[in-house]
């Protein structure tokens, strides 16, 4: 069987760790979780659920940042090494030509992606109930504000890095104004990032750590064989929602369309900063950053939704646990 090649720009800086020689898991944790504690910024109770890019030849980022009011906000932030961050006080204030869309209600769960000549968010924007925000920056300094992408009730709003199939791509996750119990991802194409259509069933809940609802973490990543996505998966304990993350291959011309998707989770809860927090029990990717020659991984995630995380994984043996591992 030919290799699968990962596809890329090459980050050389990427954060990295070996993996514990006490270690056999596919996917490790940074020995210095969690990166970001809740009070790394003032009158803020937790900083999660945070997206972060290569800028130039350091790092930047958007980050959920819930203050002592407990409105969820979005900031910007900067890192040299993509594991100290100094992340603004002030929320991002984005420009947009039309107040209906602007006006700020809350906004969360952020991704960043870079898209042909600029770094596009997505975010779950409170719009008469939860919805997908998309605006974008050239600095993360200036931040605007384009339309929603869908209807209210959606979240988990994940851009694809280039067109496909000449359309701009997205994967969502449609869902309810409260916490969703249920929650299958689909596939939207659009021409110009404002209308938005075409829409393809992707993946539904399966068995386990993935039963009650799934949705997409970090932009997906282009490999000679497909799509890799790493998502979050969803179980409800007696106790209240489970969330761990695992990872799919979708077709490259055809993301609809899933070859291998893995049947165990990658990274659960665990650790005390993943199961206890505001909410317990909570690992939720936003981020997969890659070194295509090396093929180091780093991914940041939200722990406990109260701080924010990093694990790591090489790309070569992520791609054989799938495919070992698929259902
Ligand atoms: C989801 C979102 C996430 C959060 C998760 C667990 O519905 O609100 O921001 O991490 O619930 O509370």
Redesign the pocket.
Known sequence: MSKTELIGSKLPNIPWEERPQDCNQVVWRSEKNPIITRDAVPDTNSI??SAVVPFGDSFAGVF?CDNTARVMQLHAGVSQDGINWKIEAKRIQFRCTDNEIGHFVYG??PRVCWLEDRYYVTW?NGYHGPTIGLGYTHDFKIFFQMENAFLPYN?NGVLFPRKINEKYAMLSRPSDTG??PFGDIFYSESPDLIHWGHHRHVMSPAEGWQATKIGAGPTPIETSEGWLLIYHGVLTSCNG?V?SFGAALLDLERPWKVIYRTFPYLLNPREYYECVGD?PN?T?PCTALYDPPTGRMAIYY?GA?TVTCLAFAQFDELIEFIKENSF
Do not use: I, L, Q, S
Request: aromatic letters at 32%.
């Open positions: 999660f659920n959920r969360y769960d779950c979240r916490h969703t929602f969330y909410v909570v939720f939200g939704d």
